[in-house]
Structures are given as structure tokens and as C-alpha cells.
């Protein structure tokens, strides 16, 4: 069984601000997913990577098999990236689903 | 092309009732995954399905839930006499194959009074 850990777990900066948020995982995978959950709100997938780096818009999102970690940034931090944001893995295997870390709560202040 | 839909987005049912969440996929995805999230708690993993076939509930409480997905019309999270301890937010998630991106809904607030 896989197990994820995210750090930090929480995490208030100001805006404009760079912004990091890591994830490592114990088991190989097939896939890293980065959500975003806003309060009450529902679940936005942000990037799907099995490898390397993707980039959409102010955020970037790597990864490292062999260290079996990733990390999400954020470029020019706004208050409204206040969220939640969840690292989740699919395992080797695919079969089954998506195991999820307990998520980093962020902050942007004006 | 709409998203996952989810129905409803709030329900609130009585000690003891059904609750039925809906989940309709993505147009062209066949691939359907629940999970719960509980108060204060992180996303965990239900039931995986395909069109008419459970693939791995291992994350099924084994009594009180089931889920399906017919071969026609939304798959169905299932909850027979609730309990307070069900009061969570069910997300639904579909991809059109096994490993491609899952796009989430909205979700399903259950309050169980």
C-alpha cells in the first residue's frame, strides 16, 4: 500500500511570493496527480505526470521517480491560490485507485 | 462537452434512511471512481467500475454500501441506513481509459442528523 506524505501541511505567505509544496510517495507508480480543493468547494485536477516537468500557466509541477518525490510550485503567488492542494499517486499496478496525501492548506495574504 | 455531474450537491437524510449519490462521467469515459472524504480528513479510495462491473472495492465499508454503474444512466454510490459516521463529501472522478487524467465532480455533501 502505498503512502503519501505532504509537507508542508500548512503554509500562509504573502502574495507574489514563490511557493513550493512537496509530496513523497513509498511505492512505485504509474501516474502523480495535483489537485486543487477550494473550502466547500469541489476538486480540480491540476497536472497528471509519470515523469519530469509540466507547466500551465504560474504553476509548475516535477517530478522524480527515483527519488519518488514531486513538488508543485507557484510563480507570483496570488490570494486566490488559497486552497488546498493534494498530492495523489496510482500505483504500479492501475488498477485501483488513487491513494491521496492529507493536503497542504495555503494562504495568500494581500 | 459537460464535466463530472454530480447529484445532489447536498443531502441531508435521517438516522436510519437511504441515501442514493448519483454520478454521471465525463461524455466518453467508461472509467468510474468514488471516494470519501470525512470531516478534518483526507480523500480516500472507495470503489473502482467500469459500465456494469465493480474492478476493485477494496475501499468499500463491507456492509451498508454498494455502487454500481449500468449500462445506461449515471453510477449510483449507495448507502443503506445511515449512520452519523457517514456524514462526509462523496467525490466521484471518471477517465476515459485506466491510466489517462480522472476529471473530479463536485461532490456530494451527506449530512446524516
Known amino acids: 500500500k502505498n503512502e503519501v506524505e505532504q509537507s508542508p501541511q500548512n503554509l500562509t505567505a504573502q502574495e507574489g511570493e514563490f511557493i513550493t509544496i512537496n509530496c513523497s510517495y513509498s511505492?512505485?507508480?504509474?501516474?502523480l496527480h495535483w489537485l486543487q480543493q477550494h473550502p466547500g468547494g469541489g476538486i480540480v485536477s491540476l497536472f497528471m505526470l509519470s515523469s519530469g516537468k509540466k507547466k500551465h500557466g504560474r504553476l509548475i509541477a516535477t517530478i522524480n521517480i527515483q527519488e519518488k518525490h514531486s513538488s508543485l510550485h507557484i510563480t507570483a503567488s496570488h490570494p486566490r491560490d488559497s486552497a488546498v492542494y493534494i498530492c495523489?499517486?496510482?500505483?504500479?499496478?492501475?488498477?485501483?485507485?488513487?491513494?491521496f496525501g492529507k493536503g497542504t492548506h495555503l494562504i495568500i495574504q494581500p | 462537452n459537460a464535466g463530472v455531474m454530480q447529484n445532489p450537491r447536498h443531502l441531508v437524510r435521517r438516522r436510519g434512511q437511504e441515501a442514493r449519490l448519483r454520478c454521471s462521467p465525463m461524455k466518453g469515459h467508461s472509467h468510474v471512481y468514488w471516494y470519501r472524504q470525512l470531516p478534518e480528513e483526507g480523500l480516500k479510495f472507495m470503489v473502482y467500475l467500469q459500465k456494469e462491473n465493480i474492478i476493485d472495492e477494496s475501499g468499500m465499508p463491507k456492509e451498508r454500501f454498494s455502487a454500481e454503474f449500468p449500462k445506461e444512466g449515471p453510477s449510483i454510490l449507495r448507502i443503506q441506513q445511515v449512520v452519523r459516521g457517514d456524514s462526509a463529501a462523496y467525490f466521484c472522478?471518471?477517465?476515459?481509459?485506466?491510466?489517462?487524467?480522472?476529471?473530479f465532480g463536485q461532490g456530494t455533501r451527506l449530512t446524516v442528523v
Open positions: 511505492v512505485g507508480i504509474s501516474a
Open positions: 472522478a471518471s477517465s476515459g481509459t485506466q491510466n489517462t487524467e480522472a476529471f
Open positions: 495523489a499517486v496510482r500505483s504500479g499496478g492501475g488498477a485501483d485507485g488513487l491513494t
